[in-house]
């Protein structure tokens, strides 16, 4: 046995070097506190990057005048490199120098400029499409700068309202076997938490006999984008009414769920058995809705912020108001957005009435392709108060792995965090009605994190740490509040802005 494992040539080596070893007593306590200053002058690096890039947008912003005719040509990173018939690079598809850098786990980047990602359903020629892209060039010196001032940035990113994707480094985007790409940033956990406080939601929906076919396809639809804009921080439930009400998860009865993956995931495998049938009944599910998101304000429970009612139908016809009077009115603490499913207009004002009328917004949705940009309007009504008040909360991620940013590279960096802020207009035109343009952003790996802590030094703290930071609606924010004796610097709350 001795013969194979070496075990006589391992106590060799040692005891030739004993007399060189010495043991030397090491505070605990202080490995841990130097650890977690030197952690916390890395994440402030990281904001104080996020914060120059909120500065440098807002200012290009303030000083462009929107131009309706504005030509101009842009690296889109779908089409950069791309070749026509003729060998001549096709629009928007310049010559856009890639390297492979070790940094970025060999990744083909370019380090001295950004380019731009849009999803497939929205046009990369569009006006208001090209006056922000012109405007967020701004940010290029920017990027590059604070890559050089901090050497372990990765990605840093500027995600639009209107739908565009700055990133830097440049990358060539890939679409998926389809060639579509979905990739949309602004249902992305880091835009979400950056654009909005925390929320309460319950999704009304009709399902009666006249939503059946393809009025009942972009219901889904319609539902499963909107829990694609929640995150850990929100709370969440789904009723389905016709003749009766229906709760799409009995064991949810009356309650609102944390809005996690799981539940998230759970919901939609419950919205996509619906069936349409019977006559819809409005009044009784906005009632319940008002009650329970009354019953969780009242307990303390929830997202304790902004509280907001789905309503999703092919029309309504009832006397609600009797309903809105009694349980919204006048403080309106519910906000109502209504979307209206179809082309049929007949109900269109009584369904505008109910959002106009609670501090909503009201949209139709005519095909499956308006779903997505109508959906995110509710967002932009969400963030006003925090525009209008021009409140910068800086927001950290819980730690996740991005495999819908780089599909074809989904382990490129691993685990990973992201400190993200919200970008505002800050033009006296605009600013009362509290304009969003967007949310800048940084990823930090959490193995950047690791190299301040040696394994050899903390090694059941240093594993300790990845699986605490795997926990659901665990981000660093809450492990700096957790470190004992420490006073730290980075705001550990979360802001509400109703």
Request: glycine letters at 6%; proline letters at 4%.
């Amino acid at each position: 046995m001795t013969k194979y494992s070496g075990s006589l040539l391992l106590q060799k080596k040692y005891k030739d070097v004993e007399p060189t070893l010495k043991i030397k007593e090491v505070d605990g306590l202080e490995l841990v506190k130097k650890f977690s200053e030197e952690m916390e002058s890395m994440l402030r690096r990281k904001v104080e990057a996020v914060e120059r890039l909120v500065e440098a947008a807002e200012d290009a912003d303030l000083n462009h005048e929107f131009n309706s005719s504005l030509a101009f040509d842009y690296y889109n990173s779908l089409l950069i490199n791309e070749k026509d018939e003729n060998d001549n690079y096709v629009e928007l598809g310049d010559e856009f120098i890639l390297e492979p850098n070790e940094h970025f786990n060999n990744l083909l980047v370019n380090t001295t400029y950004s380019d731009v990602q849009l999803p497939t359903n929205v046009y990369n020629k569009d006006p208001g499409i090209l006056n922000g892209v012109y405007m967020s060039e701004a940010l290029n010196p920017i990027f590059v700068d604070n890559f050089q001032r901090d050497p372990t940035l990765t990605w840093q990113y500027f995600g639009s309202s209107t739908g565009f994707f700055r990133l830097y480094p440049g990358i060539k985007w890939m679409p998926d076997e389809n060639g579509v790409i979905s990739f949309d940033c602004r249902n992305r956990g880091w835009y979400i938490q950056a654009a909005t406080s925390p929320k309460d939601i319950i999704i009304v929906v009709d399902i009666s006999g006249s939503m059946k076919g393809l009025l009942m396809t972009i219901a889904k639809h319609t539902i499963i984008t909107i829990l694609d804009t929640l995150g850990e921080n929100d709370f969440v439930n789904i009723i389905a009414y016709n003749d009766y009400v229906h709760y799409v998860e009995p064991c949810f009865k009356g309650i609102l769920v944390q809005a996690d993956r799981d539940n998230r995931e759970h919901f939609k495998q419950l919205v996509d058995e619906l069936q349409a049938k019977g006559v819809g009944t409005v009044n009784k599910a906005v009632l319940e809705s008002f009650k329970i998101l009354r019953e969780f304000r009242e307990a303390g429970q929830g997202g304790l912020c902004n509280q907001a009612i789905m309503l999703i139908t092919d029309g309504a016809v009832e006397d609600y108001e009797s309903v809105f009077e009694k349980y919204n009115w006048p403080d309106r603490k519910v906000r109502v957005f209504t979307y209206l499913i179809g082309r049929e207009v007949t109900f269109a004002q009584n369904v505008k009435w109910i959002a106009c009328n609670n501090k909503g917004y009201y949209t139709q949705i005519s095909t499956l392709a308006d779903v997505q940009e109508n959906v995110m309007e509710y967002l932009h009504v969400l963030s006003r108060p925090m525009v209008i008040n021009h409140d910068h909360d800086i927001i950290w991620t819980e730690a996740y792995m991005d495999s819908a940013l780089f599909a074809s590279q989904a382990q490129s960096l691993l685990l990973m965090t992201t400190v993200a802020m919200p970008v505002f207009s800050k033009k006296n035109e605009t600013r009362s009605h509290g304009i969003l343009l967007g949310v800048v952003g940084s990823d930090v790996p959490l193995r950047e994190l690791l190299k301040l802590a040696p394994r050899y030094k903390l090694s059941p703290w240093n594993d300790s740490l990845v699986a605490y930071l795997k926990r659901p609606g665990t981000s660093l924010l809450t492990l700096l509040g957790e470190m004992p004796r420490i006073e730290w610097t980075i705001e550990t709350e979360l802001f509400c802005h109703a």
